[in-house]
């Protein structure tokens, strides 16, 4: 268990709707991810917040947004989904730069995932 | 140009001998870490092993070595004395930039290990 909790872990909507994943760090770790694994494009970095403030872009359409919430658990918005957008949705949280220090490594601690299907 | 490059989609390798995993990555960047992650088939993303660009030696954590050769760009992993529990797709993936500002994570199509038995 990573410490990264996501939810819910499957989720199955139908083209054109909007899904909202949920995401809660590691306590203590001030940065959240998010990624996206399909089968074609492989894991793709979507964004990172920091302490609630967007900090990196990656391969995030536009129809996708996020935020990261005071107590620091962050939200994935999905929005007008298209069949393409079937894919495992993964947070991690890194142990840099946490409430209680910092690290070297950067490592990121993956949630389980939230599986999405779209019909 | 890919950043991170995995030139083995699929290995096998006999149950209790060592195997290579290799990744070579492309940046411009002075400071970036390196990390390998595996996948099991339950899905969960699992660290394996870091090393950063100004480590000078190669990282270890217990049966994982990162074989880090700088000048040639390339990050490979070394599993030893191979378990059938390490049957699972492994990816190499690079953090460029050092801060929280700007960051950005790129990971490899993966190597799908098989070990046998």
């Known amino acids: 268990d990573s410490g990264v909790t996501q939810t819910p872990k499957h989720l199955i909507t139908a083209t054109g709707q909007r899904v909202t994943l949920r995401c809660s760090p590691r306590?203590?770790?001030?940065?959240v991810y998010w990624y996206q694994q399909s089968l074609d494009q492989g894991l793709q970095f979507l964004i990172q917040y920091y302490n609630g403030e967007e900090r990196a872009k990656g391969n995030i359409l536009e129809r996708f947004s996020a935020q990261q919430f005071p107590d620091l658990h962050s939200e994935l918005n999905l929005s007008s989904l298209e069949l393409g957008d079937s894919a495992l949705y993964f947070c991690?949280?890194?142990?840099?730069?946490?409430?209680?220090?910092?690290?070297?490594?950067?490592?990121?601690?993956f949630g389980p995932g939230t599986r999405l299907t779209v019909l | 140009a890919q950043k991170i490059t995995q030139t083995q989609p699929g290995m096998f390798v006999q149950e209790k001998e060592a195997v290579t995993l290799d990744c070579t990555y492309d940046?411009?960047?002075?400071?970036?870490?390196l990390f390998w992650y595996k996948q099991p088939s339950s899905g969960e993303m699992i660290f394996l092993i870091y090393q950063g660009s100004y480590d000078e030696q190669n990282a270890t954590e217990g049966r994982y070595s990162l074989n880090f050769q700088k000048a040639r760009k390339s990050a490979n992993l070394v599993i030893s004395a191979s378990q059938l529990g390490d049957s699972a797709m492994y990816f190499c993936a690079m953090r460029e930039g050092r801060d929280n500002y700007g960051q950005n994570f790129v990971f490899g199509p993966g190597t799908r290990l098989s070990v046998l038995p």
């Open positions: 306590s203590g770790d001030l940065s």
């Open positions: 940046t411009s960047d002075q400071s970036y870490g």
């Open positions: 991690a949280s890194s142990v840099w730069a946490s409430l209680t220090g910092t690290s070297d490594n950067n490592e990121q601690f």
